[in-house]
């Protein structure tokens, strides 16, 4: 009975962790979505101040990938999507601020590339963008989003 048991727990030690990385392998290769909840929300980002025509660029392509997109949401997220760049001198870490205004759509996808990959087809431009954002040094400082309680302009 020991000797069956031995064998039953040996053999569970060893499959057992089999099934639980194939698991880990799924979760961890599903993209996660972006998405905002509120009103209104302020994303602020950090670029390195010599990469901000790069940054420019790679957010006119996505402009043009929500232009382009059949997802429905995607000209929503376009018509409700502002990107405005600091008028203020480089931060002392030598970045730039760009600050994203979004007025959110439910359950949209906010991802920067998952953007862009829904509709930039072609691997060697897939590749030339992902590669001239991570160049950016694009980092996310933070996302405010809220609901709007008073309106000034009803």
């Excluded at 949401?73 to 405005?84: F, L, P, Y």
């Excluded at 509709?119 to 809220?146: C, F, S």
Aim: aromatic letters at 8%.
């Amino acid at each position: 009975m020991r000797r069956l048991f031995g064998v039953v727990l040996a053999g569970a030690i060893l499959i057992l962790p089999a099934f639980s990385q194939s698991a880990f392998a799924q979760q961890a290769a599903a993209p996660q979505k972006f998405t905002i909840m509120g009103d209104m929300a302020v994303l602020t980002v950090s670029v390195k101040a010599d990469k901000t025509a790069d940054c420019e660029s790679v957010m006119n392509t996505l402009k043009q990938a929500l232009a382009k997109s059949e997802a429905p949401e995607a000209k929503q997220q376009a018509a409700g999507w502002k990107i405005v760049k600091s008028s203020a001198p480089a931060q002392a870490d030598g970045t730039v601020l760009y600050m994203h205004f979004i007025n959110p759509v439910p359950n949209a996808d906010y991802g920067v590339m998952a953007n862009i990959y829904a509709v930039v087809k072609d691997p060697t431009e897939v590749r030339a963008i992902y590669d001239k954002y991570v160049a950016t040094g694009a980092k996310n400082l933070g996302l405010a989003a809220g609901t709007v309680v008073v309106d000034l302009g009803k």
